[in-house]
């Protein structure tokens, strides 16, 4: 039973009761399990998600290229150079596809939290050992789709992170006003769709602190640029963005 199929009355039991998965079949590969486990995954998906691999990636936000022509002399994109990023740094695990997705898509959309923990091992492996943090911030769900999926995946992540570093977890931003869903839509739909659609919540003590942001997957970035000058105008010193995965648009320009 999924947690979004589960009704309402259901929802206040705590996580454990429907996480515990008898013997069963892997929900990627679809092999048995050979084990009781609290996620319906083999060991071999858990661990098949591979690191992003690509030739030339621009030095701030991490987006890989092709070729080195869109980079300038300092290793910059074009959205890096003309300042269009709210962020000053990104990294992700992964490239969205394959295990990794499909391990997304079972946390997100059919309420496996248990998940999360395995998610945020890959997210501390793609963050920089020397980046400095004082606060993990996570992307905010609108709280009707948090109220649907029963939880903000963002947030499970940017918890094992903070505990992992070692530094709080602020729930620093909030959603002013409901978007539509970015798939589908280009880059700049995408931006405008978001564009003033989040502000930090009063009583978030983000003055000079140097912000870790954490979502789920990136795709043109516009989310997490909208958080990112949120951040900013809160007083944030800097933000570094860090995602699971992150959609590959090297053939789409
Ligand atoms: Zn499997
Ligand atoms: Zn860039």
Not at 125 to 135: G, K, N, Q, S, T
């Amino acid at each position: 039973m999924t947690r979004t199929a589960a009704p309402r009355i259901l929802r206040g039991i705590p996580d454990g009761i429907f996480t515990l998965f008898f013997p069963d079949d892997c929900r990627i590969c679809e092999r048995p399990l050979t084990r009781w486990t609290r996620v319906p995954v083999c060991p071999d998906c858990l661990h098949s998600p591979a690191p992003l691999e690509a030739d030339y990636f621009c030095a701030a936000c991490n987006t890989p290229f092709l070729n080195p022509f869109p980079l300038d002399e300092k290793g910059l994109c074009a959205a890096c150079r003309a300042g269009l990023r709210g962020f000053d740094r990104a990294a992700s695990f992964g490239f969205y596809e394959g295990a990794l997705r499909d391990l997304i898509h079972l946390f997100k959309y059919s309420g496996m939290k248990p998940l999360g923990r395995h998610l945020a091992d890959y997210l501390l492996r793609a963050l920089p050992v020397d980046e400095a943090i004082e606060a993990v911030v996570p992307v905010p769900l609108h709280w009707r789709k948090k109220w649907q999926r029963g939880f903000n995946q963002s947030e499970v992540l940017a918890r094992a992170i903070a505990q992992a570093r070692a530094v709080p977890c602020v729930n620093a931003l909030r959603r002013v006003r409901p978007t539509n869903a970015q798939a589908g839509l280009g880059k700049t739909a995408r931006r405008r769709n978001v564009r003033g659609a989040f502000a930090a919540r009063r009583g978030a003590d983000l003055d000079g602190k140097k912000v870790l942001l954490i979502d789920d997957v990136m795709t043109t970035g516009a989310t997490a640029t909208a958080c990112g000058l949120a951040l900013k105008r809160a007083g944030a010193k800097s933000v570094s963005l860090l995602t699971l995965a992150r959609v590959d648009r090297r053939w789409r320009t």
